[in-house]
Structure formats: C-alpha cells, structure tokens
C-alpha cells in the first residue's frame, strides 16, 4: 500500500485559505495519509479535521512545519519527493516510476516555489505546461497513480455517507446504513 503526503508550500493565511483547504480535502479524498503545512494556520487543520469523524478514514495535518526539515525527514525514511509544477518532465513520463513508489511526498506550492525545492525534490513532474491550479495538479497526479480507482474508494467509520443516484441527493448516517445492512442480511 502506498503512502502518501502532501507538503503544501507558500500558503498565505490571508489570501490561499479556500485552496489550501481544498489542496487537504483533495488529498485526503483521493487517499493521502495526510498533509504537512508549511506555514501557522491553525484554522486551516482545524476545517479538515472536522471532515475525517463524519466522512470516515483518517488523516493527519502537521501545522507550521519546516518544509526543508521535513522533506529532508522524509528522504531519511526511504521517502521519495515529487514536485508539482508546471515545469519538469510530463506527468504521463513519470506516472510509471511515481505508481512504483511505496513512500511519495507530492509538494504543492501557492506563491514562487524556492529553487531549492527544484533541487532536493526527487522529480519535477508538469502537470500540463499552463499555469494551473495546485487542486487540479493535485488530484490529476494522485488519480494517475493510484493502484485503484480513487473516486471508488470507502471510508471506514463514516457517520455519513452518500449514496449514488441519477438524481437528487441522498446523505445516510451511519445508523441508517447499519439497519438497512440488517435487513438486506435477513432476506
């Protein structure tokens, strides 16, 4: 099973609130073990840790963290590091070599990425070579990756789950899905 984190770079807790929650809930949907913030915005962990106990699963936010510090943690582990940006090699060259990896940090920046995470990161893979969206890059690489299909992916101990439909919307708690698991057993 891989492992996955994501080090999000330059969040201005002033302006890159929505999208840095967003960088955190894409991650954690799409099957990261966690996200490590590389500024203090306590607020920012705070919303994406109300969503693991209704939706399920678990994830981790590491809040005002030395990115160089823990990049360089990471590599000590047997970590690998890819960079995403709109430089770097296509994302469709490296998606052989980053779906082999058991340990991956994916780094998402927001304002002027340092050149030394150019240097220490393992890979710089473009995710297209348009300006973008750090979300978007985000969840392109971590579905491109993924052993299986993400979107398909459960969450254990959610209180709430959504159930498909063609139309409208459909919310269970968990109580409901536990009796409704009930009485499809009996039949």
Same mark, same amino acid.
């Given at each position: 099973m891989k492992e996955i984190v994501i080090l999000r770079l330059g969040h201005r807790p002033e302006r890159d609130k929505r999208i840095t929650t967003h960088v955190g809930l894409t991650a954690r949907a799409l099957g990261a073990a966690g996200m490590i913030l590389a500024s203090d915005d306590p607020k920012i962990e705070e919303n994406i840790l109300e969503i693991s106990p209704r939706w399920?699963?678990?994830?981790?936010?590491?809040? !005002?963290?030395?990115?160089? /510090?823990?990049?360089?943690?990471?590599?000590?582990?047997?970590?690998?590091?890819?960079?995403?940006?709109?430089?770097?090699i296509n994302l469709p060259e490296a998606?052989?070599?980053?779906? *082999? /990896?058991?340990?991956?940090?994916?780094?998402?920046?927001? /304002?002027?990425?340092?050149?030394?995470?150019?240097?220490? *990161?393992?890979? !710089?893979?473009?995710?297209?070579?348009q300006p973008h969206s750090e979300v978007a890059a985000l969840a392109i690489a971590m579905d491109r990756i993924s052993d299986s299909d993400p979107l398909l992916k459960t969450f254990e101990n959610a209180e709430l789950t959504v159930i498909p439909m063609e139309k409208g919307k459909k919310v269970v708690h968990d109580n409901e899905l536990i009796e409704k698991n009930k009485r499809q057993d009996k039949c």
């Open positions: 399920g699963g678990s994830f981790f936010i590491k809040n !005002n963290a030395n990115a160089m /510090e823990e990049i360089n943690q990471w590599k000590k582990k047997g970590g690998k590091v890819c960079h995403l940006s709109m430089y770097g998606v052989p070599i980053l779906k *082999s /990896e058991k340990k991956l940090m994916f780094i998402v920046g927001a /304002e002027k990425v340092p050149g030394e995470i150019y240097e220490i *990161s393992d890979w !710089n893979v473009a995710v297209g070579n």
